[in-house]
């Protein structure tokens, strides 16, 4: 792994497009023991504009040039030049084929971008820019082309030898070695270009699509997981099914693989008919994955397919598009997995996750537009804002053009640009010119970074009988950009009466009152709505179904949270209603605890959370969600000066203090949704076991809680249940706790994916112990600081999930982690850094907190060798610190 390449900044203003034609790819891959050699055979063809170019530019890096030819004739020393990332071909001819050999070698990738070996196999991850690590290639996803690619190998040890499209020829070598030819028909960028041989097993099924094509499906896996599939082929064929219903889209090749590696940087990759997965989102059986991870599998088979037309037929111009591909398709997942189940339940947890970590993105060091302007290291631009905040921008399109214009859109959008690389505004245009409508200022969103403020108050005036509603927005600035302008907020709204019974609306210009919800449009720093025939004070219930990423404020009193709480027809205002109560609830004992005063808890919220126990006619997963309290992590982003100690004391008092004035409703809550019958993976009984398992969390702040929970774990037959006991257990520190977790480390030892659940459920246990514990987790030998996934499991939920723990205020959570971030540097900069993202908001903290965090940020800095992935993260936290005053 070479350190310290370029480290240049890319600007997204300085677009040039590709001075070459790329007409064809072949490739030949010849895999050997320790080294794998490539042969590609390249045409192009001359395209800029005034044809005066001559060099041929190609990325590469780290590997060995063996030869090059062009047109036949092997180049000499001075008819190209080769640095430690480009080569330059000299005097190139009109149309010009180039030859070039390289070797490369695999088993000393620990990166995990480019050719890497996973357990004995070997596979590909080539987004963002992972294939310059494979041959010589311009490697932007603006050069498109088809690709023919030969593998050749010992068949033996690598029996299945895989790539994009359909395989077109095979045969067998004298030596023990065999070879499989792939053709891909459709022209593409080299990010969705992959490779896998080795020796997998795999499950095969069929799906014929609306126009009669019978495509074969298969799942690829190590052979011991081949009976943890089927939920993934399931998952796979109800997401075409859903595109042709819902997008009139179709899939258009024979085959369809998917693979599944347990070393993967991220979730999974949308490589045109070869997926390649990370397996935490292909594996599952009820008693290895909990129902979170059935539904997390379900959308990410989806995301992926969907990919195929929203990123791989049409896909983006240069990586500051991402969203392009990203937030359409995280839209689409989102949609997918509302469909397929509760939409409700679904949007409240996107929001959640919206709000808890893309919120804070926005208010850090690492804030960006959901099209950002500059990069230096592209992977470190995977971010909540470009794929959350990027999908609620399409959503935004969706609620302002409604199903019909969306989909219109989306139709004028691949009629354009079906096999392009292409750009938001060009994504933006064929909305706009589809509905005949202008977007003009709606697209301020792609370029401005920040979470707008949207501000409410409400007028009623007797006399006139009316309601008028002032809206107004503010974008904080923020560290990357200063001035903000007025965003297009689709603000859904409706009004309730003190009873909870809905107005009928008529905003003045309206011929007749009718419906009960309005989309309002805020398009100027301020502006007013008014509502005619209100007699009496009513209850705005406002950003229904969250309709913009935006934070509200409205100064509702507890009591009209109430009601909202318990009347309002929009599911998200419900659950919202009755997060806002607990979170006052517990900030206010925030700041009691910070005086020296008793905590205590207001009858309001006991009132309401009994009233939601008592509901039997909601679903009981949005039961779950409204008990649920905000996360700590939410409630710190609403404080100043982040208070770790005070909002985990806090939390837990309000939690504990509500078992114990609701202890009979909730168990009696828990027995009636406690199944008797089998597991089942259905949304209802789904459902139940969230609720359930909500129920239980809180009964363990009670005496009755621990039998429970021990009781539940004996007779569980599902890792949902048995996960939420344990980990129940473990956090009230039963005598059992220990002892229970030895028994299922026993069990699962050899189990990848169910270990990756026991560290990180130890990593986020809070408290005192929190520290040595992780020190012996990272000893331990089932972990691996080059497997991503057990990174994740203990370094990133110790230093990102585990707030008392990481916070401690000596400091040495600190320490610990930055040596950590250190060392995984020099294997795998990409995951480095995503860990070195949890110092980024070091400013909000106390004084003290602050100066540890700066010393370990200025230790990384100076680490001798240090990769531009983690230099950027490190350089634009400590940069912060000039800002963060001012903001
Ligand atoms: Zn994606």
Request: glycine residues 6%.
């Amino acid at each position: 792994m070479k350190k310290g390449l370029s480290g240049k900044t890319v600007y997204r203003e300085k677009y040039t497009p590709y001075p070459w034609t790329l007409e064809h790819a072949r490739f030949r891959f010849d895999i050997g023991e320790d080294v794998t050699r490539v042969l590609s055979v390249l045409q192009f063809n001359r395209s800029d504009a005034d044809g005066s170019v001559t060099e041929i530019e190609l990325d590469g890096q780290d590997m060995e040039l063996v030869t090059i030819a062009m047109n036949g004739s092997r180049l000499e020393a001075g008819d190209y030049s080769c640095t430690a990332e480009k080569l330059l071909v000299h005097n190139a001819t009109q149309r010009c084929e180039l030859e070039i050999e390289v070797l490369i070698k695999p088993h000393e990738n620990t990166a995990l971008e480019g050719l890497y070996p996973s357990s004995d196999f070997l596979l590909t991850q080539c987004e963002a820019e992972g294939f310059r690590k494979i041959s010589y290639f311009p490697d932007r996803p603006d050069v498109m082309t088809c690709y023919e690619v030969t593998i050749i190998a010992d068949k033996q040890r690598y029996p299945v030898l895989l790539s994009n499209g359909n395989a077109v020829e095979s045969g067998d070598l004298d030596d023990g070695r065999h070879w499989v030819r792939w053709s891909d028909p459709f022209a593409k960028p080299c990010y969705l270009f992959a490779l896998v041989a080795g020796n997998l097993a795999c499950i095969e099924d069929h799906f014929k699509t609306r126009s009669g094509r019978d495509v074969t499906l298969r799942v690829y896996v190590e052979h011991e997981n081949q009976d943890r599939c089927e939920h993934a082929m399931e998952s796979l064929i109800h997401s075409m099914k859903w595109d042709e219903d819902r997008f009139d889209l179709e899939y258009d090749l024979d085959i369809y693989n998917i693979v599944a590696t347990n070393d993967f940087n991220m979730g999974a990759m949308e490589n045109k008919s070869l997926n390649i997965f990370n397996s935490k989102y292909v594996l599952a059986r009820p008693d290895t994955a909990t129902d979170f991870d059935y539904q997390g599998i379900e959308g990410v088979i989806g995301h992926e397919y969907f990919h195929n037309w929203t990123g791989n037929r049409v896909t983006c111009q240069d990586w500051f598009q991402l969203t392009l591909k990203e937030g359409l398709t995280v839209f689409r997942d989102q949609e997918f997995s509302s469909d397929m189940h509760s939409r409700a339940v679904k949007r409240i947890q996107d929001v959640r996750q919206l709000r808890s970590r893309q919120f804070p993105e926005d208010s850090g060091p690492m804030s960006h537009p959901a099209r950002p302007d500059k990069y230096l290291e592209i992977n470190n631009f995977y971010t909540m804002t470009v794929y959350q905040k990027g999908a609620e921008i399409v959503r935004m399109y969706h609620t302002l053009l409604g199903e019909d214009g969306f989909q219109k859109g989306m139709k004028l959008y691949f009629q354009r640009h079906d096999g392009q690389a292409v750009t938001c505004d060009d994504f933006l245009a064929s909305m706009a010119d589809a509905n005949e409508v202008c977007l003009e200022k709606f697209g301020r969103w792609y370029g401005q970074s920040g979470t707008p403020q949207l501000t409410v108050s409400g007028h009623h005036d007797v006399d006139a009988r009316t309601f008028t509603l002032i809206l107004s927005q503010r974008t904080p600035a923020t560290h990357d950009q200063e001035i903000k302008q007025a965003l297009v907020i689709p603000v859904a709204v409706g009004l309730l009466d003190s009873q909870g019974k809905a107005h009928e609306l008529r905003l003045t210009g309206e011929d007749g009152p009718g419906g009960h919800s309005r989309l309002l449009l805020l398009e100027e720093d301020k502006q007013e709505f008014v509502f005619e025939g209100i007699a009496e004070q009513p209850i705005p219930s406002l950003l229904r179904g969250f309709s913009a990423p935006v934070k509200l404020e409205y100064p509702y009193t507890s009591s009209e949270l109430a009601v909202l709480m318990a009347h309002d027809s929009d599911a998200f205002v419900r659950w919202e209603a009755a997060q806002l109560l607990a979170q006052r609830e517990i900030l206010a004992n925030v700041e009691r605890l910070a005086i020296g005063s008793d905590p205590r808890l207001m009858p309001e919220l006991t009132e309401a959370f009994a009233a939601l126990l008592a509901d039997t006619e909601t679903d009981p997963a949005l039961i779950a969600e409204a008990l649920s309290l905000p996360a700590e992590e939410y409630l710190a982003e609403q404080m100043k000066v982040i208070d770790v100690d005070g909002i985990h004391a806090a939390r837990k008092f309000v939690k504990s203090s509500l078992a114990k004035a609701l202890g009979n409703e909730f168990s009696m809550r828990y027995q009636s949704v406690d199944d008797t019958e089998p597991y089942s993976k259905s949304p209802a009984s789904m459902a139940r076991r969230s609720l359930k398992n909500v129920c239980l969390s809180f009964l363990l702040e009670t005496d009755s809680g621990v039998s429970l929970a021990e009781s539940q774990l004996e007779s569980s037959d599902n890792m949902t249940d048995t996960l939420a006991a344990l980990q129940g257990l473990l956090w009230v520190e039963a005598p059992a706790a220990d002892h229970l977790l030895k028994a299922f480390e026993d069990n699962w030892s050899e189990d990848a994916l169910v270990m990756d659940k026991w560290f990180s459920m130890q990593a986020a246990l809070p408290g005192k112990r929190a520290l040595e514990r992780v020190r012996q987790l990272l000893d331990h030998p089932g972990f691996s600081l080059t497997n991503p996934n057990k990174v994740r499991s203990v370094i990133g939920v110790f230093s990102m999930a585990n707030p008392t723990g990481f916070h401690t205020a000596d400091g040495s959570g600190y320490r610990l982690h930055a040596d950590q971030v250190m060392a995984l540097d020099k294997l795998n900069p990409q995951v480095a850094a995503r860990m070195a993202g949890a110092f980024n908001p070091w400013t909000r903290y106390d004084s003290q907190r602050r100066d540890l965090m700066k010393a370990e940020l200025n230790r990384i800095r100076t680490a001798e060798g240090l990769s531009a992935s983690v230099s950027e993260i490190i350089n634009n936290a400590l940069a912060m610190e000039k800002t963060s005053s001012s903001l």
